[in-house]
C-alpha cells in the first residue's frame, strides 16, 4: 500500500465507492475482511482514503462484491456515451507494481463488455485469486512486449498479435519477463 497524494482523483474515487460498497450490503469491516481476505486494517485505510490500493487487493474486493475493477471504479450510470474521447478515459495505476490500466470503454449497464488497454513493467507479477465474476470472458491481445498468462494452473505464453481467449473461474497470473507487456483485455 502506498500513501495517497492529494491530487490522485482515482484513488479517491476508489475509497469512496468501497466504503459506499460496503454500506449498501450491510456488511461490516469485519465481515469484509472475512469475504476478501484483505486485513480489517488495510480496509478502514483504503476506505478513509489514506493508502491506494494495490492490483491483487483491488482484486480480492471485486470477488467479494462480484464485479469487475471498471464497475468497483465508476459509478455505473443508466445511460452510456458512444464515444469516449481518449482524455476522457479514466486511468489508473497500480504504484506498487506498475500496473497500468486504462478504461477504454468503461462499464454501462446497458452493455456488458468491457474494453481496457494494460501496461505492465518488466519483471513485474500480478494474481488474482479469483475472478470478480465466475464465468467472466476475457480476450487478451497482446500489442507489444511479452507476457506470461496463467489460468487456473495452465500457463500461455503470448508474443505480439496473439490472443488468449478463457472464462475465468479460478486463479489467474500474469506475468512479464525482460520487456514490458501492453495489451487490450475485452471483458464479457
Not at 480489517?40 to 493508502?51: F, W
Not at 468503461?106 to 470478480?132: G, K, V
Amino acid at each position: 500500500m502506498e500513501p495517497l497524494s492529494d491530487d490522485n482523483a482515482i484513488d479517491h474515487q476508489i475509497a469512496l465507492r468501497l466504503k459506499s460498497l460496503r454500506a449498501e450490503r450491510g456488511w461490516s469491516l469485519d465481515e469484509l475482511a472475512k469475504r476478501s481476505i484483505v486485513s480489517r486494517a488495510t480496509l478502514s485505510r483504503l476506505e478513509n482514503a489514506e493508502v491506494s490500493a494495490t492490483a491483487a487487493v483491488l482484486g480480492r474486493l471485486c470477488a467479494a462484491y462480484g464485479m469487475t475493477l471498471s464497475r468497483l471504479i465508476r459509478l455505473v450510470e443508466d445511460e452510456f456515451a458512444p464515444v469516449i474521447a481518449r482524455d476522457a478515459q479514466p486511468v489508473w495505476t497500480d504504484s506498487k507494481t506498475g500496473f497500468v490500466r486504462r478504461s477504454v470503454s468503461p462499464p454501462a449497464r446497458m452493455l456488458a463488455a468491457e474494453a481496457l488497454e494494460a501496461w505492465l513493467e518488466p519483471a513485474t507479477e500480478i494474481i488474482y485469486d479469483s475472478p470478480p465474476r465466475p464465468g467472466l470472458e476475457h480476450h487478451i491481445i497482446l500489442i507489444e512486449g511479452s507476457l506470461s498468462v496463467t489460468v487456473e494452473g495452465r500457463e500461455h505464453a503470448l508474443a505480439p498479435g496473439d490472443c488468449l481467449r478463457y472464462q475465468l473461474f479460478g486463479r489467474s497470473e500474469f506475468r512479464t519477463g525482460d520487456q514490458p507487456a501492453r495489451y487490450y483485455l475485452f471483458m464479457v
